[in-house]
T-cell receptor, first 111, second 114 residues
Framework: NAGVTQTPKFRVLKTGQSMTLLCAQDMNHEYMYWYRQDPGMGLRLIHY???????AKGEVPDGYNVSRLKKQNFLLGLESAAPSQTSVYFC??????????FGSGTRLTVV | AQSVAQPEDQVNVAEGNPLTVKCTYS??????LFWYVQYPNRGLQFLLKYITGDNLVKGSYGFEAEFNKSQTSFHLKKPSALVSDSALYFCAVRDRGSQGNLIFGKGTKLSVKP
């Protein structure tokens, strides 16, 4: 009964380093999403996927890349981290037309 | 374009009093509407949704929301607030006719004092 699992939960990066955030869902959902949450900004969509092998840009895609090689996994990559990418990142999944199930988040600090 | 407005950054309520968290929306067609709650250091949790039918929707933890098409609103309500209801609340909308993503409001912080 895991739902949506995000790893890692916390990470500190130096400017210019790269990393990958992993999101896994066990609900057989077609859609998956990556959001970032910043104070006063609410949730902003970074990238999303409507199915295995497909990805699309959201509201704030610059500096991020994603891949959906398997239906249950959605990876978010930062190739060269910047302090502006300090944020809390949330993954979510959904069925077509359904509400979202969220992971517990990854708190990323870039110094 | 779709949008969601939560006009209050923060709502303060005394325990036992009724609470309302406001949400208005703009979509080109008929909406799907959602409320989510976020407790500190946690992900968002689903509270309730309006798809069709009765304008008063009941959800988790005693919360309910009223869909008002003429005012394009979907306010979250609870008859008697608890201190444990203190959290960040997000309203979200999607145009029923599209496969688009949910659009979230910026969130309203609810603080319930004993």
């Amino acid at each position: 009964n895991a739902g949506v699992t995000q790893t890692p939960k916390f990470r500190v990066l130096k400017t210019g380093q790269s990393m990958t955030l992993l999101c896994a869902q066990d609900m057989n959902h077609e859609y998956m999403y990556w959001y970032r949450q910043d104070p006063g900004m609410g949730l902003r969509l970074i990238h999303y996927s409507v199915g295995e092998g497909t990805t699309a840009k959201g509201e704030v895609p610059d500096g991020y890349n994603v891949s959906r090689l398997k239906k249950q996994n959605f990876l978010l990559g930062l190739e060269s981290a910047a302090p502006s990418q300090t944020s809390v990142y949330f993954c979510a999944s959904s069925r077509t037309g359904g509400g979202y199930t969220f992971g517990s988040g990854t708190r990323l600090t870039v110094v | 374009a779709q949008s969601v407005a939560q006009p209050e950054d923060q709502v303060n309520v005394a325990e036992g009093n009724p609470l309302t968290v406001k949400c208005t929306y703009s979509v080109s067609g008929n909406p799907y509407l959602f409320w989510y709650v976020q407790y500190p250091n946690r992900g968002l949790q689903f509270l309730l949704k309006y798809i069709t039918g009765d304008n008063l929707v009941k959800g988790s933890y005693g919360f309910e929301a009223e869909f008002n098409k003429s005012q394009t609103s979907f306010h979250l309500k609870k008859p008697s607030a608890l201190v444990s209801d203190s959290a960040l609340y997000f309203c979200a909308v999607r145009d029923r006719g599209s496969q688009g993503n949910l659009i979230f409001g910026k969130g309203t912080k609810l603080s319930v004092k004993p």
